[in-house]
């Protein structure tokens, strides 16, 4: 089973950026559909973006147009371009592995979702 590392959260301003990335191991990487999720202090966890095994993408309707996934499978590595944050987006960000999709499509619920990475903090300051 694929295990999965986050890296790539700071404190930044708001309207700044971060890279977040998710480095993959012990399994088939590119066999997987991947998302990005996030858990503010005091709310539940929420989706952020996906990708399909064919790089269809996905994204949450409060970072459409800022934020952009993208994988790279020779280097085993989820990515997460995170552009004009908000102070309200400081949250825990996890990435996590989908086994079972169709090679074109991601199921968004976190429930489908089959492994998580313990997170990477990103807090945003006004």
């Known amino acids: 089973q694929v295990q999965l590392v986050e890296s790539g959260g700071g404190l930044v301003q708001a309207g700044g950026s971060l890279r977040l990335s998710c480095a993959a191991s012990?399994?088939?990487?590119?066999?997987?559909?991947m998302g990005w999720f996030r858990q503010a202090p005091g709310k539940e966890r929420e989706f952020v973006a996906a990708?399909?095994?064919?790089?269809?993408?996905y994204y949450a309707d409060s970072v459409k147009g800022r934020f952009t996934i993208s994988r790279h499978n020779a280097e085993n590595t989820l990515y997460l371009q995170m552009n004009s944050l908000k102070p309200e987006e400081t949250a825990v960000y996890y990435c996590?592995?989908?086994?079972?999709?169709?090679?074109?499509?991601?199921?968004?619920?976190?429930?489908?979702?089959?492994?998580w990475g313990q997170g990477t903090q990103v807090t945003v300051s006004s």
């Open positions: 012990g399994g088939t990487f590119s066999s997987y559909a």
């Open positions: 990708i399909s095994r064919s790089h269809t993408t």
């Open positions: 996590a592995a989908q086994s079972a999709s169709p090679s074109t499509a991601v199921f968004t619920s976190q429930r489908t979702f089959d492994t």
